[in-house]
């Protein structure tokens, strides 16, 4: 065919991530990066705020001195690829923290990760962030947290690379990663949820 194509589609607005990790660290404002594609991040409410003092001071608590750490919303995370680089609400790293550069503010190897799930976050926490947390291998579980109502889903990672989901809205659950059981009275303390 005369007018055949045989070069690839140009990517328009693909931005390296080399380039992305330039602009994140000379800025005041936080984005996160996504195959090339950078999104702004947003604020967070009052609420979502208190639960996730909540979870740093509940297990925060329970980590200190063990191996375990929990890292607070500013430790941005990517996957082995480097496709992507995301700023959970709050990450527990187990053992030595693996860095990407000589930075230190990017994590390659968490093991829990948590969300605290708004209206303008929550179908991207859900989907686009879990699908790229998913390709970390260190990560054990995935634990989205609703700021809305008494809701946690618990993620985890079972053989073969599946992961089990567990919905949670009433009681307790166990952070099966380091072994510490936390309440939804304990999450929502103060959210008059």
Not at 1 to 20: F, G, H, L, T
Not at 84 to 113: R, W
Not at 157 to 177: C, K, L, V, Y
């Amino acid at each position: 065919m005369e007018n055949e194509v045989k070069e690839p589609a140009p990517k328009y607005n693909y931005i390296s991530p080399e380039a992305y990790l330039e602009a994140e660290r000379a800025s005041k404002n936080r984005s996160e990066y996504y195959d090339g594609h950078i999104i702004a991040m947003a604020g967070a409410s009052l609420r979502h705020n208190r639960i996730a003092m909540n979870l740093y001071r509940e297990v925060g608590f329970f980590l200190k001195g063990n191996r375990c750490n929990m890292l607070p919303s500013d430790m941005r995370v990517s996957t082995p690829l480097h496709d992507s680089y995301m700023y959970p609400d709050a990450v527990i790293v187990c053992g030595e923290p693996q860095l990407e550069d000589d930075k230190f503010d990017t994590l390659l190897n968490p093991s829990v990760i948590f969300e605290i799930l708004s209206p303008s976050t929550g179908s991207m926490d859900k989907g686009r962030k879990f699908f790229f947390y998913r390709e970390i291998p260190s990560l054990k579980e995935y634990i989205m947290i609703d700021a809305l109502k008494l809701s946690v889903i618990v993620s985890r990672r079972q053989s073969g690379n599946a992961w089990a989901f567990e919905n949670i809205d009433e009681g307790s659950f166990t952070i099966q990663t380091i072994g510490f059981t936390l309440t939804l009275q304990e999450i929502y303390d103060g959210t008059n949820i």
